[in-house]
């Protein structure tokens, strides 16, 4: 998938999704290039071992990755184990828990008013091209997950 780096430049890359969602991340990525939103890298996670620690360290934009949800309670699959979730530019958009910036690099765009390249915020062109394919944003969640877009909500 083409999308605009940081740089300025054109960058390929590639993203794991569940089938049912191509059609709809597509849409979404298509809108992101023209309106060139930076993308830090696209890569899949199993470039990174699997570990989503290390795909977040590295500003990673990814989706499918099977692994259990960051939430309290017994143990249970991401939505991005169903690769029906998608966290975009990763240290530019921490997910904060319980007085945790994830990623540590992330601790430097939790203030969330100062807004640069490549940030999601409401108004902003990424929610706005989620919002059009009906996909949710962890960025309301009570525990904000800025990177997190999903179909579900989830």
Excluded at 94 to 117: H, N
Excluded at 125 to 148: E, S
Aim: charged fraction near 15%.
């Amino acid at each position: 998938m083409a999308y605009w780096g940081f740089d300025g430049t054109r960058h390929t890359g590639d993203i794991v999704v569940n089938a049912s969602v191509v059609t709809a991340v597509i849409t979404v990525f298509h809108r992101l290039y023209d309106e060139r939103f930076p993308i830090r890298s696209l890569r899949p996670v199993t470039d990174f071992g699997s570990s989503d620690a290390a795909s977040m360290a590295a500003d990673n934009t990814s989706g499918f990755n099977c692994r259990t949800a960051v939430a309290p309670g017994p143990p249970q699959w991401s939505v991005h184990a169903y690769g029906k979730a998608i966290d975009v530019n990763t240290v530019e958009n921490p997910y904060l828990t319980a007085g945790v910036v994830m990623p540590a690099a992330g601790a430097a765009f939790t203030d969330r008013t100062d807004v640069r390249p490549g940030m999601a915020v409401p108004g902003g062109p990424l929610l706005a091209a989620f919002a059009t394919a009906g996909w949710y944003w962890g960025g309301r969640w009570a525990d904000p997950d800025y990177q997190h877009f999903s179909v579900t909500g989830g």
